[in-house]
């Protein structure tokens, strides 16, 4: 389990902007994400994840704006 805590209670929009994008995490907190990638997992996903995750943070900030 790897989880992502924020500054700011961004988590539900995070969750939303994830799955936008295809990928699921689980709101901990209001303001932590939790991400439970399957064993198996590779590093082209795992580098998606990372890919998807910046570009979810960059849309709820600009949101937040």
Sequence with gaps: ???I?????IAGDMVQACVDR???TN???PNALRLT????VSKEEIDRAVQIIKQALAEVVERKR
């Design 27 to 29: 709101p901990v907190k």
């Design 22 to 24: 295809g990928l699921l």
């Design 5 to 9: 805590a924020f500054d700011e209670d």
């Design 1 to 3: 389990l790897v989880a």
């Design 37 to 40: 990638p399957p064993l198996t």
